[in-house]
C-alpha cells in the first residue's frame, strides 16, 4: 500500500506542474502573411509570457493591440474583429532607440512606455509604420520556438 501515497503525490506534483507551465506560456497559430518567411500562417509557436519592459530588440512578440490600432479591412463581420486583437510582428526598436525607416515618430527615438513592431513581410503586414508606436504593456509575451511548421 506504500505505492498508493506515492502515486497521489506523483499526480499532485504533475498537476501542480501543468499549472505553473500554463501560466508562463501559451501555444499561438500564426494567421496571415504577416511574419513570412520566419513563420507562416497555420504555424503554431510556443510564447512565454513576458511583460514588454522586458523585451529586447528583434524579439519576436505577441501583442495584444489596443483597441484604437486594430486593423479592421471594410467589410468586416462583428464576430471576426476580434481575430485582429492578437499580433505577432518582431520588436524593430524600444524606448530609447533610434526610431527605424520607415516609420515616422515625433522624435529621432522611442519614447518610454513604446515599442516600434514590424512583421517580416513588409508588403503583407500591418504594424507600426501604419498604427505608429505600440505601449509596452500591450505585449503578452515573447516567441521561444515553433512547435509545428506548415509544408
Not at 501515497?5 to 494567421?31: F, M, S
Not at 509570457?49 to 462583428?78: K, N, W
Amino acid at each position: 500500500m506504500i505505492w498508493l501515497p506515492l502515486a497521489v503525490t506523483g499526480v499532485a506534483a504533475l498537476a501542480g506542474w501543468l499549472v505553473w507551465l500554463r501560466r508562463r506560456h501559451l501555444v499561438v497559430t500564426v494567421r496571415g502573411p504577416s511574419m513570412t518567411p520566419t513563420y507562416r500562417h497555420g504555424d503554431r509557436v510556443l510564447v512565454r509570457r513576458r511583460s514588454g519592459g522586458r523585451i529586447r530588440t528583434g524579439q519576436v512578440a505577441l501583442v495584444d493591440l489596443p483597441e484604437r490600432m486594430r486593423p479592421v479591412p471594410d467589410g468586416t463581420a462583428a464576430e471576426d474583429i476580434l481575430r485582429n486583437r492578437r499580433v505577432i510582428k518582431r520588436v524593430a526598436a524600444v524606448p530609447g532607440d533610434p526610431v527605424p525607416f520607415p516609420v515616422q515618430g515625433p522624435g529621432p527615438v522611442v519614447p518610454p512606455g513604446c515599442l516600434v513592431l514590424l512583421g517580416d513581410n513588409p508588403d503583407g503586414s500591418g504594424d507600426s509604420r501604419q498604427y505608429g508606436y505600440v505601449p509596452t504593456d500591450a505585449v503578452v509575451g515573447v516567441v521561444l520556438r515553433p512547435l509545428h511548421t506548415r509544408p
